[in-house]
């Protein structure tokens, strides 16, 4: 599998968004995760990062593209008088369907379980384990850092960060 993280440089060209297309879209970030999950379960932590990484990566990505086709279809609904209201969410949605099509391509289904563990940011959990696992503290600290901010009431996340905490410090103290 190739994925090869480029910059994406967007234009607006007489209202056309110009695209480098040499961002592939056949591995998504649902695709990355899965694959992460199952070196995760096979205890394989270094592939597990490195799958993390690049579907954290790959949803940033469709995330800030989404806002960018928003932004360039919201214009569209603001030009419509207030009478037409939905109407003009209908052509917003619309627009912004059509311009994340020909920025990514077939769009994706996403099942409810990879929302929901994007939305509540679980992906950092395994990721800041798998940091440990492989010795990158610093790294593990502020994964489960980003996590616990979204679930601040897990105490396994509180625990995990403030035993990072004492080892970043005691390794910092050692040198």
């Not at 649902?30 to 990062?49: G, P």
Request: glycine share 2%.
């Amino acid at each position: 599998m190739l994925l090869i993280l480029v910059a994406v440089l967007l234009k607006h060209s007489e209202s056309q968004l110009v695209v480098d297309h040499s961002l592939p879209t056949e591995d998504n970030f649902i695709e990355l995760y899965s694959t992460s999950l199952q070196h995760y379960r096979n205890a394989d932590y270094q592939r597990t990062q490195y799958y993390l990484e690049l579907a954290l990566a790959d949803k940033r990505y469709r995330d800030v593209m989404l806002f960018k086709c928003y932004q360039r279809c919201s214009d569209l609904g603001s030009q419509t008088s207030r009478q037409l209201f939905f109407l003009s969410l209908v052509i917003e949605e619309k627009c912004t369907r059509k311009c994340m099509k020909n920025l990514l391509g077939k769009p994706l289904q996403l099942p409810l379980w990879v929302i929901e563990d994007f939305k509540s940011r679980r992906p950092y959990s395994f990721l800041q384990y798998s940091y440990y696992q492989i010795g990158d503290l610093t790294s593990a600290l502020e994964a489960a850092q980003i996590n616990l901010k979204y679930n601040p009431d897990s105490t396994m996340m509180q625990d995990n960060v403030k035993f990072y905490n004492r080892k970043v410090k005691d390794r910092a103290n050692m040198l």
